[in-house]
């Protein structure tokens, strides 16, 4: 990465402090914060949640609620504290000289308005472009964001378009009047790796032709390796490091970035050989699961093989990646392995036996072999128990004793690094990183054969994801459970897992160890996934430094 | 606990609402004690107007009956019908959209339909029809108002059950391998609670004014005085004896919009984060 000449700065926040309401943890969100965003340059705000990140983005544009005020500091834009005007100066700069791009194409956009019509809106609000030229104008951003055909395009509701091509709407919606300042707030993370990398790769494109400065605001390093020039990191409210994106990359100066730096998923593999020779836990056959929509009397229903012919066996201690795409049919696996979800054809052989013809009520007793950790930490814990009552629950229902089942509800707090005075407690007390580990420990009370983790780190921020994977590795090491391990992350997956299979369009393109697949990968579509990791350059870098 | 308590109290209109519901509540258990007749006795001279002798405070009617009398026992037949009849119809309405929502498919299907053939018949008339063709008496009163208040409780528990049901925590437990059974009743069903709880405070209003409209048309126990029946039997003489109809008619709205008030203190407190609708 090229550093762009020095030049006067564009945007100047200084001392800036943001109080919270009330009398929380926290007094403000924001504190002290100062730094400035020069012109042509992309300066990325990196920081986890709740390191108030996107507070900042948010104070600069204005739209902070209205219980968060900003206390002291100012925000200079050509020469103006932008914290002092109107809210009616402010309407003629947002959009015009500042565009903004948020986090979720699925909801950014008006979904009861054509998309070229959104486009035209923005320049409608500022009467740029007048009469036919605001058309033509229309067409060129749809050309100039990549997205294919744009005659037939901006005639289409949103609701037609992917998720990549949404975001690519609201990338020319931002840059309608060609803005001084681009502020994307998390543009890439509701995104598929593939589309992220082409998105991050336009962004980078729009910016070098116009000669914009880009604010760009992520928890993810290895998106900041692949675009910054220079990098702000946030921890809490306060700003702990600054400065141009190489130095702090290859040697970072605060514990703070240090800690977030290794956190970064790797890619490089960290487990240890299992026993070979083990008979398979788990031996799935042919499954299939198909789901069809909108049949009528007169049309008939649509389609979509969910899960296409696949064909995968765990053994005892084993980890078995399934990596793919939103849409690739990897959950409906997960899914399918516990009878959450009946299957259309196939057969589950777990520990000999195939589960897949047994009726729910004739399945049951065997169900605390088979345990899942599940994705959202916040939705998979009943928020009315307390976490005695969530860890007790299954054990008692399979007839363990309840002295018993708190004996080792208990155990299991300890197994999973949480304090005993958690068992008291209800879920709404504990991060989403304790939440999480709950469910790592309900689905270990039952002793089981074989633990499904569906996306169980995603939602996760970095330093917290690798203390879970750490810990999920650790116990599966140490009790020697089969585990399948769901996401969509090949970093991830590569690092704890002793084979990987790619999914892509419901059948399993690839299956392999790690070593195999990252550096030899066979099919097309595993090779565009591993191109599009965020972070390959450095990454390499990293590893050759730690060599 | 202490904060659901905290949040209601700071709601003024549910308190005033709990006030007024407490003092027809300590009327109605009071009465036998207040008036030891039976209310339907002739006590005094007809058409006493109210304060005019303070041994009969509110009056009496055109036959010489107690007007205050009738005030207090009537209260205890609303209390009584109303509470009753909406326990019974939240027990049948929770029943149903807990087996359509949790089971959903062709068995959602036939009890949804079953719950729309309800629900398209005006609750009014079909009351009526109910307690004429059962001849009127408590039993058919209550039954009459439960059958006909069910669907809306029904309706609301699916449409919860069906979100809750796709909830990872209901899942979770579907995969520690809890009975359907153990995960409805307390898994689903204790998260729920809070709009069931709001939904049946003002069903209780709306079974009082079924039970008045009933009793107004003639159907209401011939045992029993209620408010209802006191409009009913003063309207011939509304015009010389207004005071008649309007007492019983202000302590049936008193008592709705007391109960109406409760509901809406309640859904506040049980549901904190919609306190600061529209407001950032």
């Not at chain 1, 109080?19 to 926290?26: A, D, I």
């Not at chain 1, 200079?76 to 100066?89: A, M, N, P, R, V």
């Not at chain 1, 956009?109 to 054509?114: A, G, H, Q, V, Y």
Request: charged share 20%; net charge neutral; proline share 5%.
């Amino acid at each position: 990465m090229t550093l762009p000449e020095p030049s006067s700065p564009l945007l100047s926040i200084r001392n800036l402090s943001v109080r919270l309401p009330g009398t929380g943890e926290r007094s403000h969100a924001v504190k002290g914060v100062s730094f400035d965003l020069l012109r042509g340059e992309i300066l990325c705000i990196v920081g986890e949640s709740g390191s108030g990140k996107s507070i900042s983005a948010n104070a600069i544009m204005g739209l902070l609620p209205s219980y968060l005020r900003p206390e002291q500091g100012e925000i200079l834009f050509d020469g103006q504290d932008l914290l002092k005007q109107s809210e009616s100066e402010l309407l003629a700069l947002r959009g015009r000289r500042i565009g903004m791009i948020f986090q979720e194409p699925m909801s950014a956009l008006n979904p009861t308005m054509r998309v070229g019509q959104q486009i035209a809106e923005v320049m409608d609000t500022h009467n740029a472009y007048p009469g036919t030229q605001r058309q033509q104008r229309v067409l060129e951003l749809l050309e100039l964001v990549g997205l294919p055909d744009p005659r037939t395009l901006q005639h289409s509701y949103p609701f037609r378009l992917s998720g990549g091509q949404r975001q690519r709407v609201m990338i020319a919606m931002a840059l309608a009047l060609e803005p001084d300042i681009l502020i994307a707030d998390e543009p890439t993370t509701a995104l598929d790796v593939t589309t992220q990398a082409q998105i991050l790769e336009l962004i980078q494109k729009i910016q070098r032709s116009m000669g914009m400065g880009v604010m760009f605001i992520t928890h993810d390093f290895g998106v900041v390796a692949d675009i910054a020039d220079r990098i702000v990191v946030m921890e809490k409210g306060l700003l702990v490091e600054q400065g141009v994106a190489a130095q702090i990359l290859d040697a970072p100066q605060h514990p703070y970035t240090q800690r977030l730096i290794a956190a970064v998923p790797t890619g490089r593999s960290s487990v240890t050989a299992v026993a070979v020779g083990s008979a398979p836990v788990l031996d799935v056959r042919n499954l299939m699961k198909t789901y069809s929509t909108g049949g009528g009397l007169f049309k008939p229903a649509r389609v979509v093989h969910a899960v296409n012919d696949v064909s995968f066996t765990v053994a005892r201690g084993e980890t078995l990646g399934i990596v793919g795409e939103s849409g690739s049919g990897k959950s409906s696996i997960g899914k399918c392995l516990l009878k959450l979800q009946s299957i259309d054809g196939g057969q589950i052989f777990f520990d000999g036996q195939d589960i897949a013809p047994l009726s729910q009520s004739a399945f049951r007793p065997q169900r605390q072999k088979l345990q899942m950790i599940f994705q959202d930490p916040f939705a998979s814990l009943n928020p009315r128990h307390t976490v005695g009552r969530i860890l007790t629950d299954g054990p008692i229902a399979n007839g363990v004793p309840r002295a018993e089942a708190e004996r080792r509800a208990r155990e299991l707090l300890a197994l999973v690094e949480l304090e005993a005075s958690a068992y008291d407690r209800y879920p709404n007390e504990f991060s989403g990183g304790q939440r999480q580990r709950v469910g790592i420990a309900r689905a270990l009370a039952l002793q089981p054969d074989l633990l499904v983790a569906d996306e169980s780190v995603s939602a996760l921020d970095v330093s917290v994801q690798a203390q879970v994977l750490a810990l999920l590795q650790d116990i599966q090491q140490r009790l020697g459970v089969a585990m399948v391990f769901i996401t969509h992350d090949l970093r991830v997956a590569a690092q704890i897992c002793h084979k990987v299979g790619v999914m892509h369009q419901g059948c399993m393109v690839e299956y392999g160890t790690p070593e195999q697949i990252l550096s030899n990968p066979k099919q097309l579509y595993t090779r565009r996934l591993i191109d599009a990791m965020p972070g390959k350059a450095w990454d390499r870098q990293r590893a050759d430094a730690s060599v | 606990m202490k904060d659901f308590l905290r949040r209601f109290m700071k709601n003024k209109g549910a308190v005033v609402g709990l006030a007024i519901f407490l003092l027809v509540v300590g009327v109605a258990i009071s009465a036998p004690f207040l008036y030891d007749g039976s209310p339907w006795m002739m006590v005094a001279d007809p058409l006493m107007t109210p304060f005019q002798d303070a041994q009969y405070p509110l009056g009496t009617d055109m036959l010489g009956r107690d007007i205050a009398a009738g005030m207090a026992y009537g209260a205890q037949v609303s209390l009584l019908i109303s509470l009753i009849s909406t326990a019974v119809a939240v027990i049948v309405g929770v029943a149903i959209g807990a087996i359509a929502g949790y089971n959903g498919g062709w068995l959602d299907d036939l009890l949804m339909r079953i719950t729309e053939f309800f629900q398209t018949i005006p609750q009014l008339a079909m009351a009526v029809v109910l307690v004429a063709i059962f001849t009127p008496s408590i039993y058919s009163i209550v039954g009459a108002i439960a059958l006909v208040s069910w669907p809306p409780v029904a309706r609301l528990v699916r449409s919860e059950f069906l979100s809750l049901r796709q909830r990872e925590f209901v899942q979770a437990a579907v995969v520690i391998g809890l009975r359907p059974g153990r995960i409805i009743f307390t898994q689903i069903l204790p998260n729920a609670m809070s709009s069931i709880i709001i939904t049946a405070s003002l069903m209780v209003a709306t079974a009082i004014l079924t039970e008045s409209a009933l009793s107004f048309l003639g159907l209401g126990d011939r045992n029993m005085m209620s408010w209802g029946f006191m409009i009913g039997a003063a309207r011939t003489m509304l015009r010389e004896a207004a005071w008649m109809s309007i007492l019983p008619g202000l302590a049936i709205l008193l008592t709705v919009l007391a109960i109406n008030l409760i509901g809406e203190g309640l859904s506040d407190a049980l549901n904190p984060q919609l306190r600061n609708r529209g407001e950032k």
